[in-house]
């Protein structure tokens, strides 16, 4: 009876082994069939990552043994961590000159309450993804056509009640002024000087928003140029290291024949030998024939001398082959490091204000919630002061905007200097910089202060053989309570505001 279970538990078990060999088949194909939805969705942002997931899908249908897709694998999450770091700074990039854009259209007056309510909508809208901002910028693209169509439509005696030339040209001055803010170079870059220089000079409303929307395409296209540009890198590298891949194999085959050569030539050496010990050993046999067998032996042994050289010359090439590959590898690291010392470059311009090389409106955000920190910590004394030039937008109408930018740089150069080592300028917009002074008592700030205003007012400034004064109104307040940056730096701008209208050239302290 015992017997009987056991011999049907046998007979159970091919049949246990099919079901289990057809779940795995069902499983390992709707891992495929996952892994290629998965694929499908991630293509269309680069060319390049969608070949080589192309690539990997096709061997994945192709081959059954899957150590064979982990080298792709490798490739693939590399080319894939590079661009989404391209990506990122691309997004920020865009994201930032959106709402720049789409602000400078609020602010354009005459529109109708509709667009304008629209466009207050899309401004507000958070963008969750690619797909949602490029559907962003479709719509703010389409409100600046709508704007630019309702403006040129409408006859012009029924413009100039509607339109306040004040902020018309408040929005041309801070356009112009943004485009210094920005590091673009090339064909681009041209083309957004010339923009500039026709927003110095007197335009119709409608030709600012249309400027205003040529510059937001050329800010697009710079950023596309950037995306292409790292992605022709990529593949540079990807294809040098694929091909030192295949060479690297090519050279590890080679040299595992050559030890198998070499373990041949080693055993005809070994058995040559002993066939010579084995005839002097029977030297003074009846039958025994050393000359003959010497004559033998020696033929061998050159045949095995031959042979040993042409392994010589053979593991001379491999030898060669290796160093071109440690030179196309030392060649590879070099522009990695290249690119690497780019992107840092990069980095540090992306906080720098181009024009007058202090720091941006982006590096003043990342030091201020840094020294707001330490404030809160330390409850050290901690001013923020916004220093604005006192008519300088008559300097730029009376000399152009080449003599303005160079007077920009060398004020700003002026109040760097007017600093301590650890105080802080950073370019605000236009003609404004904010300044940083922590762990300053009340002597030291009011003499920076005054040390700034008066060196500016005193710069020896001479254009086209005219001597130029400049001085400037300075708003300045201390974080206290529990202040935050946002409503300090209103202080402060409302500061300035005062020793603006109260005949410029002061200090006003809030």
């Excluded at 020294?371 to 220093?387: D, N, S």
């Amino acid at each position: 009876m015992s017997a009987q279970p056991a011999q049907a538990g046998n007979n159970a078990s091919p049949s246990t082994y099919r079901e289990l060999a057809l779940k795995s088949r069902r499983e390992i194909h709707s891992l495929k069939r996952l892994v290629s939805r998965f694929i499908a969705t991630c293509s269309g942002k680069n060319n390049l990552v969608d070949q080589k997931l192309a690539e990997f899908r096709d061997v994945l249908y192709s081959t059954q043994d899957v150590s064979a897709l982990l080298p792709r694998l490798a490739v693939i999450e590399r080319m894939v961590g590079h661009q989404n770091m391209t990506q990122a700074k691309a997004q920020s990039h865009l994201d930032e000159q959106f709402h720049t854009s789409g602000e400078t259209l609020q602010r354009v007056t005459g529109l109708p309450a509709q667009l304008k309510r629209d466009l207050r909508d899309l401004l507000a809208q958070p963008a969750n993804g690619d797909t949602e901002r490029t559907q962003h910028l479709i719509k703010l693209l389409q409100l600046y056509e709508r704007a630019v169509t309702l403006q040129v439509a409408r006859p012009r005696t029924q413009q100039t009640p509607d339109i306040d030339n004040d902020q018309i040209r408040r929005v041309a001055d801070e356009l112009q002024n943004l485009i210094t803010e920005l590091d673009i170079n090339g064909q681009a870059g041209d083309k957004l000087l010339e923009i500039r220089r026709e927003l110095l000079t007197d335009i119709s409303p409608a030709t600012v928003v249309s400027l205003t929307l040529a510059a937001l395409k050329l800010i697009l296209e710079a950023t596309q140029s950037e995306r292409r540009a790292s992605q022709q890198f990529l593949s540079q590298v990807n294809d040098d290291l694929v091909s030192i891949s295949q060479q690297n194999t090519r050279a590890h085959d080679h040299a595992t024949q050559l030890r198998l050569a070499h373990q041949g030539v080693d055993q005809r050496l070994d058995r040559t030998i002993n066939d010579i010990e084995h005839e002097l050993k029977r030297k003074g046999a009846a039958k025994a024939n050393p000359e003959a067998a010497l004559t033998q032996a020696l033929a061998e042994l050159k045949v095995i001398a031959q042979e040993n050289k042409a392994l010589k010359n053979r593991e001379q090439a491999l030898e060669e082959q290796l160093a071109h590959n440690q030179n196309q590898l030392s060649a590879l690291a070099e522009q990695t490091l290249d690119q690497h010392r780019r992107v840092g470059d990069q980095e540090r311009k992306r906080l720098l204000d181009p024009l007058t090389r202090v720091y941006n409106r982006a590096a003043l955000n990342d030091r201020l919630e840094h020294e707001y920190r330490l404030w809160k910590k330390y409850q050290r004394e901690f001013c923020l002061a916004v220093i604005d030039l006192d008519h300088f937008k008559q300097v730029n109408q009376q000399f152009g905007y080449e003599v303005g930018d160079k007077a920009l740089k060398i004020i700003a150069r002026s109040i760097y200097q007017c600093l301590r080592d650890t105080d802080f300028i950073a370019r605000f917009g236009g003609e404004e910089f904010v300044i940083l002074l922590p762990d300053a008592d009340d002597e030291t700030r009011t003499d920076i202060l005054a040390n700034i205003s008066h060196t500016i007012r005193k710069l020896p400034l001479k254009f086209k053989n005219e001597r130029v004064s400049i001085s400037v109104s300075i708003g300045a307040t201390l974080f206290q309570g529990e202040d935050t940056p946002t409503p300090v730096l209103e202080r402060a701008d409302q500061a300035l505001y005062q020793a603006k209208n109260s005949g410029r050239n002061q200090i006003i302290w809030c």
